[in-house]
């Protein structure tokens, strides 16, 4: 799908994720994961900024997204929760920093929508400081046979109706990339992951 075309399906989406951060679903893992933030922050694909409640004080964010309509979301959030937030708007995909720029790399439900998810994780890998951490909370591929051949089957709609992948091996394509994984949890039938990695 085009980028265009991809950013419109989010930009469309930005009201429902600005309610869906409101509620209770996801609070647990968010907030296991970003207890662990510190230092200097990078959020990936940041939405409508569902994560800005779990961060510990201290910290300072870039956060970044292809989607104005979600920044907008965004910026409110962090207003409410008074976060420190430097909003990119841009495509991860193009998006570059200097080598080991963060202390912590936070990525929860991105790397469903990337093209080229293995250059991404190349991208953290160098963005990343060398005792720093990456932070995950991704969806994928299920391990249960039933539901991975749903999803297979589901998948090329829901990519087109939400830009979000559904078969990804992410814990896989993590380990691919060379990251040290420190932590692994797994819910929903493996559908979800919170991971802890360092750079390689
Ligand atoms: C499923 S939402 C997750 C939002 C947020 N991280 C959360 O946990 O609620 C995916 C987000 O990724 C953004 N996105 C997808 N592909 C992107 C890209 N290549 N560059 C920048 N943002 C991207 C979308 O605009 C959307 O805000």
Redesign the pocket.
């Given at each position: 799908m085009k980028?265009k075309e991809?950013?419109r399906i989010?930009?469309k989406?930005?009201t429902l994720?600005e309610k869906?951060?409101e509620g209770p679903k996801?609070k647990r893992w968010?907030q296991n994961l970003l207890s662990h933030a510190k230092g200097d922050v990078l959020?990936?694909?940041?939405?409508?900024?569902?994560?800005f409640p779990f961060y510990p004080s201290g910290i300072k964010v870039t956060a970044?997204?292809?989607?104005e309509a979600?920044l907008e979301k965004a910026k409110s959030a962090a207003k409410h929760h008074h976060i420190e937030v430097d909003f990119i708007c841009?495509?991860?995909?193009?998006?570059n920093f200097s080598d080991q720029s963060f202390d912590t790399i936070v990525?929860?439900?991105?790397f469903?929508?990337?093209?080229n998810p293995k250059m991404?994780l190349d991208k953290i890998n160098r963005w990343c400081r060398p005792n720093g951490q990456i932070l995950f909370?991704e969806h994928g591929i299920s391990s249960n046979l039933a539901v991975s051949a749903v999803q297979k089957a589901l998948n090329p709609l829901l990519y087109r109706a939400?830009?979000?992948h559904h078969t990804r091996n992410i814990v896989g394509l993590i380990r691919e990339s060379g990251l040290k994984i420190n932590k692994v949890e797994s819910y929903w039938l493996n559908m979800v992951h919170l991971i802890w990695a360092n750079p390689r």
């Amino acid at each position: 799908m085009k980028k265009k075309e991809l950013i419109r399906i989010f930009d469309k989406q930005a009201t429902l994720y600005e309610k869906k951060r409101e509620g209770p679903k996801q609070k647990r893992w968010r907030q296991n994961l970003l207890s662990h933030a510190k230092g200097d922050v990078l959020e990936l694909a940041v939405g409508a900024g569902a994560n800005f409640p779990f961060y510990p004080s201290g910290i300072k964010v870039t956060a970044a997204d292809f989607s104005e309509a979600m920044l907008e979301k965004a910026k409110s959030a962090a207003k409410h929760h008074h976060i420190e937030v430097d909003f990119i708007c841009s495509d991860i995909e193009e998006m570059n920093f200097s080598d080991q720029s963060f202390d912590t790399i936070v990525s929860t439900l991105s790397f469903c929508s990337y093209d080229n998810p293995k250059m991404v994780l190349d991208k953290i890998n160098r963005w990343c400081r060398p005792n720093g951490q990456i932070l995950f909370m991704e969806h994928g591929i299920s391990s249960n046979l039933a539901v991975s051949a749903v999803q297979k089957a589901l998948n090329p709609l829901l990519y087109r109706a939400y830009g979000c992948h559904h078969t990804r091996n992410i814990v896989g394509l993590i380990r691919e990339s060379g990251l040290k994984i420190n932590k692994v949890e797994s819910y929903w039938l493996n559908m979800v992951h919170l991971i802890w990695a360092n750079p390689r």
